[in-house]
């Protein structure tokens, strides 16, 4: 047993509901408090005094100087794998061209699959996990990561393959998901019906069999793939057992709604989603996933994030980070901006990067720093847990620990 602290403040988000609005008085925070883990996961969070008398026995990991300590965040939304960058398309895009023109004139998804394409496994590796890194850095642990770049099966595969490496070189955990309905690629022969086939087809069963991905993506959208294709293409994905999460409603509405019809854990973007479409989402288990970073990449309004929780939906916050529409990959910067946009309170953003996004994966076991869970948490040099979005980003992490052991 190992006790860590003692933190000025521990926000630990026990208690707080999975879905809907929160105000910050619902936050429960522990003054001068310490954290006993074992086992990678916590045992007991109390005043470090207390649990100094309480376990004699336990080691003590001390923090120096005065410092705050907030759950571990999620990524539940990235592209990290990918090859070549799309700084000319950024440029482009803000001399007046649109994301749509652009992809239509070489630029775009299409333009970083031939990159990833023509990127080694080595390659790829290496810029993944500099990426992953840098999220570590901002103390997040748990990364989604989506494939989406390779569009056919040698590459598709190449991208989960390079994902599965990873998650041996680093103790966060990565989630990877099956994003080979991105976009049909303009190499295949065939119809976007029948590109979704080929996956269903070719690619999934070896996803399955190489045990690369339990999830899989589509990209829902006039210039990807149309919503009665695709929700027969998720209807099959699900029937094959795998997880469903979709990227719906980004410029046009309706796709949220398939999403919610097939059980998706989330509806991601969500830009242009309609208010009849806001309530069945709130409605409904899928989690509701608003991407800032896409919003400010692009030039583009926001995913409506407080109607989602007044409607009493599952809101949760993630990067997108890709080459082409979200390059920032900084989620607390792109999470405090949403909050000055959108009205959201400290409590439901906190919650939005932590247990709510973790939920969106599937994993219930972090997220709040409470008994049982996963001892994943971050801590920042400051006397107040508020400075953390208010520095919107800026004021850096101290320490970062994963299964309480600091990385
Ligand atoms: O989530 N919308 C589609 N896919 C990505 C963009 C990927 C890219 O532009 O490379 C997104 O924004
Ligand atoms: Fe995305």
């Not at 999460?245 to 919610?260: E, K, N, W, Y």
């Not at 309004?301 to 082409?324: C, E, H, M, Q, V």
Request: charge should be negative; charged fraction near 25%.
């Amino acid at each position: 047993m190992k006790l860590i602290g003692p933190f000025k403040q521990i926000v630990t988000l026990a208690n707080l509901p999975l879905r809907g609005k929160l105000s910050d008085d619902q936050l429960e925070i522990i003054e001068n408090g310490g954290i006993l883990v074992d086992d990678g996961k916590v045992v007991e969070i109390a005043s470090f005094e207390f649990l100094k008398n309480e376990a004699k026995h336990s080691q003590i990991e001390l923090i120096e100087d005065e410092q705050i300590c907030l759950p571990a965040f999620t990524d539940s939304h990235t592209h990290i794998c990918f090859g070549g960058n799309r700084a000319n398309d950024f440029a482009m895009r803000n001399a007046g061209k649109t994301y749509l023109e652009i992809a239509e004139s070489g630029g775009g998804i299409w333009s970083s699959v031939q990159h990833t394409r023509n990127a080694s496994e080595v390659e790829l590796l290496e810029t993944t996990l500099e990426r992953i890194n840098s999220l570590i850095s901002l103390g997040i642990t748990t990364i989604e990561i989506k494939s989406g770049y390779g569009l056919d099966l040698e590459n598709e595969l190449k991208m989960l393959r390079v994902i599965q490496k990873a998650q041996t070189f680093t103790n966060a955990t990565l989630v990877p998901t099956c994003l080979s309905a991105h976009l049909k690629p303009r190499d295949f022969k065939g119809s976007s019906e029948e590109y979704l086939n080929y996956i269903v087809d070719e690619i999934l069963p070896q996803v399955k069999e190489e045990k690369l991905s339990d999830r899989v993506d589509i990209f829902i959208e006039k210039s990807a793939f149309q919503p009665e294709e695709s929700k027969q293409f998720l209807l099959k994905a699900k029937a094959l057992g795998f997880h469903i999460t979709v990227h719906a409603d980004q410029f046009t509405p309706g796709s949220s709604r398939i999403a919610v019809e097939v059980g998706a854990k989330s509806a991601d973007h969500l830009e242009a989603t309609i208010d009849q479409d806001i309530q069945f989402l709130a409605n409904s288990e899928t989690v509701a996933v608003a991407l800032p970073g896409a919003s400010l990449g692009l030039g583009e309004k926001f995913t409506p994030a407080r109607k989602i929780l007044d409607y009493n939906g599952i809101l949760a916050i993630a990067s997108d980070w890709n080459p082409g529409s979200a390059p920032m990959g900084n989620l607390i910067t792109q999470a405090s901006i949403l909050a000055t946009f959108e009205k959201l309170s400290t409590a439901e953003v906190l919650a939005g990067i932590t247990f709510r996004s973790a939920f969106a994966l599937g994993l219930d076991d972090r997220g709040k720093l409470e008994k049982r869970k996963k001892a994943d948490f971050v801590t920042f040099k400051t006397d107040n847990f508020q400075n953390v979005l208010y520095q919107q980003g800026s004021l850096k992490k101290e320490s970062v620990f994963i299964d309480g052991i600091k990385v």
